[in-house]
Protein backbone atom coordinates (compact mmCIF):
# COMPACT_ATOMS: atom_id res chain seq x y z
CA UNK A 1 0.00 0.00 0.00
CA UNK A 2 1.60 3.26 -1.14
CA UNK A 3 1.10 6.76 0.86
CA UNK A 4 1.68 9.92 -0.96
CA UNK A 5 2.20 13.18 0.32
CA UNK A 6 2.31 16.13 -2.01
CA UNK A 7 4.44 19.52 -0.99
CA UNK A 8 5.94 22.80 -1.99
CA UNK A 9 2.56 24.46 -2.88
CA UNK A 10 1.76 28.32 -2.02
CA UNK A 11 0.88 31.22 -3.05
CA UNK A 12 2.32 32.98 -6.09
CA UNK A 13 2.37 35.71 -8.27
CA UNK A 14 1.57 35.39 -12.58
CA UNK A 15 5.10 34.74 -14.30
CA UNK A 16 6.37 33.25 -10.96
CA UNK A 17 7.31 29.64 -10.19
CA UNK A 18 7.12 26.27 -7.66
CA UNK A 19 8.31 23.19 -7.16
CA UNK A 20 5.68 20.68 -6.10
CA UNK A 21 7.53 17.49 -4.27
CA UNK A 22 5.29 13.93 -4.06
CA UNK A 23 6.70 11.69 -1.71
CA UNK A 24 5.79 7.96 -1.49
CA UNK A 25 6.02 6.05 1.79
CA UNK A 26 5.77 2.05 0.32
CA UNK A 27 8.20 -0.68 -1.15
CA UNK A 28 6.88 -0.70 -4.80
CA UNK A 29 6.60 3.21 -5.37
CA UNK A 30 9.61 2.82 -7.94
CA UNK A 31 7.55 0.24 -10.18
CA UNK A 32 4.64 2.64 -10.95
CA UNK A 33 4.19 5.56 -13.33
CA UNK A 34 3.23 8.41 -11.54
CA UNK A 35 1.18 11.35 -12.45
CA UNK A 36 0.16 14.82 -11.57
CA UNK A 37 -3.20 16.18 -11.31
CA UNK A 38 -4.98 19.41 -10.65
CA UNK A 39 -8.56 20.20 -9.75
CA UNK A 40 -9.59 23.82 -10.13
CA UNK A 41 -13.46 25.79 -9.09
CA UNK A 42 -14.52 23.43 -11.40
CA UNK A 43 -15.73 19.73 -10.89
CA UNK A 44 -13.26 17.77 -12.86
CA UNK A 45 -10.22 16.68 -11.76
CA UNK A 46 -7.54 17.03 -14.98
CA UNK A 47 -4.19 14.90 -15.98
CA UNK A 48 -1.03 17.04 -16.16
CA UNK A 49 1.59 15.16 -16.45
CA UNK A 50 3.30 11.82 -16.03
CA UNK A 51 6.15 10.20 -15.84
CA UNK A 52 7.22 5.91 -16.08
CA UNK A 53 9.10 4.05 -13.28
CA UNK A 54 11.97 4.51 -15.21
CA UNK A 55 11.64 8.46 -15.84
CA UNK A 56 12.31 7.87 -19.24
CA UNK A 57 8.59 8.73 -20.71
CA UNK A 58 6.98 11.66 -19.75
CA UNK A 59 3.57 13.51 -20.47
CA UNK A 60 2.28 16.12 -20.88
CA UNK A 61 -1.11 18.05 -21.37
CA UNK A 62 -1.31 20.66 -24.22
CA UNK A 63 -1.53 23.66 -21.71
CA UNK A 64 1.31 22.99 -19.80
CA UNK A 65 4.08 22.19 -22.16
CA UNK A 66 6.97 24.56 -22.10
CA UNK A 67 6.01 25.68 -18.49
CA UNK A 68 6.09 22.42 -16.18
CA UNK A 69 8.82 19.87 -15.86
CA UNK A 70 7.98 16.58 -13.90
CA UNK A 71 11.15 14.35 -12.75
CA UNK A 72 11.37 11.53 -10.30
CA UNK A 73 14.35 10.43 -7.99
CA UNK A 74 13.57 6.69 -7.14
CA UNK A 75 16.36 6.89 -4.96
CA UNK A 76 14.09 9.34 -2.70
CA UNK A 77 11.00 7.94 -3.62
CA UNK A 78 10.15 11.21 -4.99
CA UNK A 79 8.56 12.24 -8.32
CA UNK A 80 8.73 16.46 -8.72
CA UNK A 81 6.76 18.87 -10.48
CA UNK A 82 8.53 22.25 -11.69
CA UNK A 83 5.98 24.43 -12.71
CA UNK A 84 7.37 28.02 -14.13
CA UNK A 85 5.62 30.83 -16.17
CA UNK A 86 2.38 30.69 -13.78
CA UNK A 87 -0.84 31.69 -14.51
CA UNK A 88 -3.94 32.47 -12.72
CA UNK A 89 -5.88 29.71 -14.26
CA UNK A 90 -3.24 27.54 -12.99
CA UNK A 91 -4.46 27.77 -10.02
CA UNK A 92 -6.15 24.64 -8.59
CA UNK A 93 -5.46 21.45 -5.56
CA UNK A 94 -2.59 19.49 -7.34
CA UNK A 95 -2.48 15.93 -6.36
CA UNK A 96 0.04 13.28 -6.88
CA UNK A 97 -1.14 9.59 -8.30
CA UNK A 98 0.53 6.16 -8.65
CA UNK A 99 -0.48 3.46 -11.62
CA UNK A 100 0.61 0.24 -10.25
CA UNK A 101 -0.79 -1.59 -13.31
CA UNK A 102 1.15 1.19 -15.70
CA UNK A 103 -1.72 1.60 -18.19
CA UNK A 104 -2.39 5.12 -17.63
CA UNK A 105 -5.76 4.69 -16.27
CA UNK A 106 -5.53 2.95 -12.63
CA UNK A 107 -4.38 5.51 -10.49
CA UNK A 108 -5.23 3.43 -7.38
CA UNK A 109 -3.07 5.99 -4.64
CA UNK A 110 -3.21 9.58 -4.30
CA UNK A 111 -1.65 12.22 -2.12
CA UNK A 112 -4.27 14.67 -0.22
CA UNK A 113 -3.35 17.21 -2.87
CA UNK A 114 -1.24 20.59 -1.75
CA UNK A 115 -3.10 24.07 -3.07
CA UNK A 116 -1.43 26.29 -5.73
CA UNK A 117 -2.62 29.70 -6.15
CA UNK A 118 -1.83 32.35 -8.85
CA UNK A 119 -2.61 35.57 -7.70
CA UNK A 120 -2.95 38.56 -11.06
Known amino acids: QEQLVESGGGLVQTGGSLRLSCAASGRTFNDYAVGWFRQGPGPKREMISTISPAGNRKYYKDSVKGRLTISRNNAKNSVYLQMNSLKPEDTAVYYC?????????????WGPGTQVTVSP
Open 97 to 109: AADPVGDGASWDF
